[in-house]
């Protein structure tokens, strides 16, 4: 099962990837982790992906892409795998749409975690990472509503998406989330 899961930041979407990956065995290919991770290591990437995160932009589609399709190569993707923080940009979704052909491997489903933008502003300012001082949440909302959002139409055009409500409980929503996933699973 190949999944895409989208929404803004502080909508829950690191905590239910943890719940999916873990009851439906997916390779968790998160962009965001993927490249702290660089950042903190020092990496060429990591330092110029750095520029861009500490201000809450989008590091450049270029740099991204190079990023996921290596990694879109690993052996443990092959079984199932949970994008998580990309595609963020219709570049990056047609730039997917290429690797997955290439591969004759296919979608089965786009995931939106839905949170009206209020809730997202409290939820975020009560979090400790460097990236969520209010300015640069600000940016990151801003980044997401203008660059992301618009992948919402893609894949619905391509009939791919499902919204999942974001308010409740973590259970409640993962509930929501089975509920859809169930019925690709194996
Ligand atoms: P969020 O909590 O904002 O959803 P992530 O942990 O997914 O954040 O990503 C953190 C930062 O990493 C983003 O603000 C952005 O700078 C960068 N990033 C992650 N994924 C991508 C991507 N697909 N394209 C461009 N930048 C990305």
Redesign the pocket.
Known sequence: MRVIFI?????G??TQAEKMVAKYKLAHL???????AARDAKTEIGVE?EK??????????D??IGV?SERLKQPDCAAGCLL??????TA?AEALDKMLAENASKLDVVLELRVPDEELYKR?SGRG?A?DKPE?IK??LV??NN?TSPLLDYYGKKGLLKTVDGLGTVDDIFIRIEKILDEYAV
């Open positions: 929404g803004p930041p502080g909508a979407k690191g998160s962009t965001g982790d993927m490249l702290r992906a861009y995160m500490s201000s809450g932009q989008l590091v450049p589609d740099v991204i996921i998580d923080g990309f595609p963020r940009t990056q975020l990472r990236d640069v940016e990151r980044a997401y660059q």
